[in-house]
C-alpha cells in the first residue's frame, strides 16, 4: 500500500492545467488518426467530384490513379493523379501514368487570391509544363475569370517548377 498522506500535495492550479493539456493532447491525437486513416477516403471523394466536373465540362479527360508524390526539394502542392485521355468515341481511352516518362498528370490544388479560395485542376504534360488549367466549380469559374493574370501565371510557375524535382509511384 501506498501512504497517500506523506505524498505532496499537487496545487489546484496546476492540477487544472495539467488536466486542460490532456484533453487537448488526446483530441489532436484523434484528430491526426482521423486524418490519417481516412486519406484513401478523402482521395476518392475528390476523384469522383473532378471527374464529375469534367464530364459536365464535356472534357475527354479523366482522373484515373493517385500518385505518391515524392523527391528532394518537391513540395506538397496538391493531390497529383494519373490522367486518362478519352480520345474513341466509345468512351475508351489511354492512361498516362507513373511509369511513362512522357505521362499526362493532374494535380488538384487550392489557388488563393485575397480572400478567394477557389479549387483548381492543372493537366501537366510529360515535360512539365501546364497544358490547361480551370476550376472545378461553377462557383470557382466565375471567381477564376475575376482573377488577374499574375496571380494565375504565379501558380502555373509554380507547378511547373516543382514538376522536375518529383519522382513518381502509384499509390497502393
Do not use: C, H
Not at 35 to 59: H, K, M
Request: aromatic content about 8%.
Amino acid at each position: 500500500m501506498i501512504n497517500t498522506e506523506r505524498l505532496p500535495q499537487i496545487p489546484a492550479p496546476v492540477r487544472e492545467w495539467g488536466i486542460f493539456a490532456a484533453w487537448i493532447a488526446g483530441l489532436l491525437l484523434v484528430t491526426v488518426l482521423g486524418w490519417s486513416l481516412t486519406g484513401a477516403v478523402r482521395r476518392s471523394l475528390l476523384l469522383r467530384q473532378v471527374n464529375r466536373a469534367l464530364v459536365l465540362r464535356e472534357s475527354g479527360l479523366r482522373l484515373v490513379d493517385p500518385l505518391t508524390v515524392r523527391g528532394r526539394g518537391s513540395s506538397r502542392f496538391g493531390a497529383w493523379f494519373s490522367v486518362l485521355l478519352i480520345n474513341e468515341p466509345d468512351g475508351r481511352g489511354t492512361v498516362s501514368g507513373a511509369d511513362d516518362r512522357d505521362a499526362w498528370r493532374g494535380v488538384i490544388f487550392p489557388l488563393m487570391s485575397g480572400v478567394r479560395s477557389m479549387t483548381m485542376l492543372a493537366i501537366v504534360d510529360g515535360a512539365g509544363r501546364v497544358e490547361s488549367l480551370f476550376p472545378i466549380s461553377a462557383n470557382a469559374q466565375s471567381q477564376f475569370d475575376a482573377l488577374p493574370g499574375g496571380t494565375v501565371n504565379l501558380y502555373i510557375q509554380r507547378i511547373e517548377d516543382n514538376f522536375g524535382r518529383i519522382r513518381w509511384e502509384r499509390k497502393k
